[in-house]
């Protein structure tokens, strides 16, 4: 019935409606893409920026906070060593005066004891540093007094009557609370701003001497909210579980003045700003409980009829703080350009109909006219009728056309009579397109060492990126899963680029040996490991058989011997589903290898299984490798020519075999065999790229197969005999988890012009307390590197502008540049460019994708850098943890007796190097019980320790 009705509609129909509609629907959809992946980009770019502005908050307000404590600490610390003594806190003032000078963003630091002395030193708004005091000289009234240049008191600021620092709630608090924590928030009485204070009790013999103080004044965090950048109109403050506002990035103070000039706190939902009470009243709604939110979340609501996106970040530092930190962001911020687009896109719509209109009436017309002529000419051709011409004064292509009716039967006719003139023309042009294959197969080869160049750029990054997940103790184990199939994949993806670029370097002759020593037998028992898991899977037998002469340490080139045999494995149980697999190394007095044909297993078992195969399907190695054997040859010359001598190898399998036919391509690249085919897996890059290594290496490469029964593969390379001594050792890899302390500051500029690539090492080095800085090409580096002066330089090499070369010889060429150490990073695997590289000044050469243990090893190598390495026979910390919160009196019973006297001897003298010398002692016996002692020491829990201590008694 449709093709009824398609029959008769006109030719000018059929040319303008499929046109027209194509047009419409092409922009129509288009539009409608744009619009839906418009709405899409809005929600994910909003959730970017907001969980990025909440991530920012969060850090800064972690370095805001724990400044504070640490200020805490250092006057703890100066009164455990006897610098400053608890009772007279005369000698404090100019100390404290000092010290508030140093942080910018603390109101004050001071310190009051037990018998209600009080001294303080503060900074105010405009500069001015104060020094504050009450107790008993002052009868209990607080004194606050002006200073000058050298800290010395000079006249009375302020007087406030009845201040005893022990009936203070901070004090009391820190009192009852015995560990460092916090006050509530309070608002200042001599300035306008909140404060928080960090609280530090002192203990001496389990009694309190007093207490130390340090206050953060909260109006820099609010200066900090206000300096972000959140979309157009985005806002972001900070509340308490209760509502309290404490610090907003708009210009309303967090506090009210009332008319008696008296300053209070206010919540939230007051808030004078319209988008943050509507938001504090949304999230008090939502939860009904704020104390409940544990977790981030991101929600959506409206304000009158307007659509905002909030993030809402729990924030809690440990000691006694639980914050909220929400944004919040109108979606109008980022949907203005796409309404405008989206109008934009009905115009558009419109307009193309029109013009579809127009075009396809006026080219249907241009069209059909000259069409029935043609079709005239067409049938007279198909006649046979080759005098028939068509007159065409047109000169496009309708008009060629009709020139090509009128001279077909000639050229027909000529075509006849030349035909064997023609085919050996043909012949010839044949030979030149063969020669301009040859050419294109050579830039072919190029082209793809170039192009791994650029996978490994990015790949680099996902490895990176991979292993620092990899040491998050906070990821969970579905991540922890994702993250390591990641890897994995990663790992294979890297595996791919490299076979290709093997055969791209291979093709080019670009492929070098480079001969180590090494250990065979580890060599062989390092495969039989990582093929026995697979094996086992399979239920197939894995055999490695080597003959007694075969030496331990030889000299070859190990990683490709290494890479020839995985790929043969792989092969062998990837298409062997009964049997097994046997791995055979013998020694051979020469390259030539004995061919007679042998059952794959020697075991009764097995042999059922492997019949003897036939050599009728055998391959023998190419002889187009002589020159590159003589070349390994001659190297081998050079060395002891008695010690030298051939490795025979064997890889045999009880699989489906490889049919006759099929094994004369099977050392082609890119090309499978149909069981290969069938498997839907590898690349056709295994067999070639091993034969070129072994042929590389000075040996041959053949196969045997027999249809049901098996393959085996044969090969040989030439080696050298060492001895023992010569072989190096691996060092263990160990996990860097800080820096030795006592180190100056190391300085570190990345060079890239890839962001993933630098984003990677700063995200490696920055937790370690390098001072890092980027650069995008070498002319920013060189600018950089003047003024800074760093000591290390991560180089990338090839970039826009500059690239690292020149960059690296410029800052070479100078004396100061002697002095900086320039590490080359690149993706390129040739060989030739390291000495290219090294030359350019680089004082070293990594390749991408690298380990971050390399990283490290070449900074420690070349600017000295020192590291606290994870402890691998430390047991697991969690474990540890666990331990350490069920510790019990039974603990103690366990360890010798005297161990325990003198832990309680150093912990009643507080003498803290006795303390760490008995925890030591302690380890050696109960490394977890040891753990959870340091830990109560850490938190001062000393009476925990002694009272489990003193049970030890009803125990025995």
């Known amino acids: ?90 000698a404090w003032e100019k100390y404290l005066w000092r010290q508030v000078q140093l942080y910018p963003y603390i109101n004050f630091t001071s310190i009051g004891n037990k018998d209600g002395d009080y001294r303080t030193g503060e900074k105010l708004s405009n500069g001015s540093l104060m020094i504050n005091l009450s107790g008993k000289s002052t009868g209990f009234d607080f004194y606050s007094y002006n200073t000058n240049d050298t800290g010395d008191r000079t006249t009375v600021a302020a007087v406030v009557k009845n201040f005893d620092i022990r009936e203070h709630p901070s004090y009391q608090n820190a009192a009852n609370i015995e560990r460092p924590t916090w006050s509530s928030v309070y608002i200042s009485f001599l300035e306008p701003t909140l404060i928080l204070s960090a609280l530090q009790p002192v ?15 909260l109006d820099h965090i609010g200066r ?3 300096s972000l950048k959140i979309g157009k109109s985005g806002q972001a403050f900070i509340i308490e579980k209760n509502g309290t506002l404490l610090a907003t990035s708009t210009a309303e103070q967090p506090f009210r003045i009332k008319d008696n000039n008296i300053k209070e706190l206010f919540k939230a939902e007051e808030s004078i700003d319209p988008s943050t009470q509507a938001t504090a009243k949304y999230v008090a709604v939502r939860f009904q409980e704020l104390k409940e939110i544990k977790s981030s979340y991101l929600l959506n609501f409206e304000i009158d009829g307007k659509r905002q996106f909030v993030n809402i970040l729990p924030f809690q530092d440990g000691k006694g703080l639980d914050w909220l930190i929400v944004v919040v962001v109108p979606e109008s911020d980022f949907t203005k350009e796409i309404d405008a687009n989206t109008q934009t896109t009905i115009w558009l719509c419109l307009a193309a ?3 579809a209109l127009v075009i396809g009436i006026l080219t249907s017309r241009w069209v059909t006219n000259p069409i029935w002529r043609l079709n005239t000419a067409a049938k007279n051709i198909a ?14 292509e309708l008009g060629e056309l009709a020139k090509a009716f009128n001279s077909m039967a000639q050229q027909l006719q000529q075509s006849f009579e030349t035909l064997e003139h023609r085919v050996q023309e043909r012949t010839a042009e044949l030979a030149v397109a063969k020669d301009k294959a040859e050419v294109a197969n050579q830039a072919k080869s190029t082209f793809l060492a170039n192009m791994s160049h650029e996978l490994r750029s990015p790949l680099n990054a996902i490895l990176g990126f991979s292993q620092l997940m990899t040491r998050s103790q906070t990821l969970s184990p579905e991540h922890q899963e994702n993250i390591s199939i990641i890897s994995s994949s990663g790992e294979h993806l890297l595996t791919l680029i490299n076979n290709v670029l093997d ?11 480079n001969p180590k020593k090494f250990d065979l037998y580890r060599l062989l028992n390092d495969l039989e490991d990582m093929f026995e898991l697979k094996a086992d899977d399979k239920r197939l037998q894995l055999i490695f058989d080597r003959s007694p002469d075969v030496p331990q340490y030889v000299e070859s080139d190990e990683l490709k011997l290494r890479q020839i045999l995985i790929n043969l494995l792989n092969n062998a149980l990837k298409f062997t589903d009964e049997g097994g697999v046997s791995v055979r190394v013998s020694k051979q007095s020469s390259g030539k290898t004995d061919r007679a044909e042998g059952k794959i297993f020697e075991s009764s078992e097995l042999s059922k299984n492997a019949p003897d195969l036939p050599t009728a399907n055998s391959i023998k190695p190419s002889p187009s490798t002589h020159s590159e054997n003589a070349s390994y040859a001659n190297q081998n010359n050079a060395s002891d020519s008695a010690a030298s ?55 041959e490469m053949s196969v045997t197969s027999a249809v049901g029964k098996g393959t085996n593969f044969k090969f040989e390379i030439q080696v050298l005999a060492v001895e023992v001594a010569d072989i190096e050792t691996q060092k263990p890899t160990r996990n860097v988890i800080a820096l030795e302390p006592n180190q100056h500051p190391y300085r570190i500029l990345i060079v890239d012009d890839k962001p993933l690539n630098r984003q990677l090492l700063i995200k490696l080095l920055n937790p370690l307390g390098f001072e890092l800085k980027e650069a995008t090409n070498g002319q920013e580096a060189i600018d950089i590197w003047d003024s800074w002066e760093p000591h290390l330089i991560w180089m990338d090499m090839r970039m826009p502008v500059m690239d690292g070369y020149e960059a690296t010889q410029y800052i070479k060429g100078t004396i100061k540049g002697q002095a900086t150490a320039v590490i080359a990073l690149t993706a390129s695997v040739l060989e030739e460019e390291r000495a290219v590289i090294l030359s350019a000044g680089c004082d070293a050469f990594m390749r991408k994708p690298f380990r971050e243990a390399d990283i490290f090893d070449a900074m420690h190598k070349h600017i000295g850098v020192r590291y606290i390495y ?33 832990l309680k001897l150093a912990i009643l003298n507080a003498d803290m190097d006795l303390i760490e010398s008995a925890i030591e002692q302690i380890r050696f016996q109960d490394t977890a019980t040891a753990g959870a002692i340091a830990r109560c020491i850490e938190n001062f829990e000393y009476d925990k320790v002694l009272n489990l201590i003193s049970q030890t008694r009803s125990h025995e």
Not at 59 to 76: F, G
Not at 383 to 396: C, H, N
Not at 686 to 697: N, T
């Open 383 to 396: 006649k046979g009728e080759w005098d028939k011409t068509v007159e065409s004064e047109r000169s496009d």
């Open 503 to 513: 055969l791209s370097k291979i093709e080019s002759g670009r492929t070098t040996l």
């Open 1 to 90: 019935m449709v093709s009824k009705i398609l029959d008769k509609l006109s030719l000018r129909t059929v040319l303008i409606v499929p046109f027209v509609l194509q047009i419409v629907a092409a922009v129509g959809l288009v539009g409608y893409l744009s619009f839906r992946n418009g709405q899409k980009a809005v929600n994910n770019l909003a959730g970017q920026l907001m969980s990025e502005v909440s991530l920012r908050v969060e850090q800064n307000l972690q370095v805001y906070l724990t400044t504070p404590h640490q200020i805490n600490q250092s006057k703890l610390d100066a009164v455990k060593l006897g610098l400053l003594k608890m009772d007279n806190l005369s």
């Open 870 to 902: 994870e402890d691998p026979g430390q047991a697991n910390l969690l474990a540890i943890k666990e331990r350490d919160l069920e510790m019990t009196a039974a603990d103690f019973v366990k360890l010798p007796e005297s161990l325990v006297a003198d």
């Open 645 to 699: 001598f051939f490795l025979h190898f064997e890889v045999e399998d009880t699989g489906p075999g490889i049919a006759a036919h099929e094994l004369d391509n099977l050392f082609e690249a890119f090309l499978q065999t149909q069981t290969g085919r069938n498997s839907q897996e590898g690349t056709g890059l295994g067999l070639p790229i091993s034969r070129k290594f072994v042929e590389l290496m000075g040996g």
């Open 224 to 226: 900090f909210l206000n």
């Open 203 to 217: 203990y001496e013999n389990n009694q309190l001497q007093g207490v130390l103080i340090s206050a953060l004044r």
């Open 353 to 355: 109909l029109g013009v």
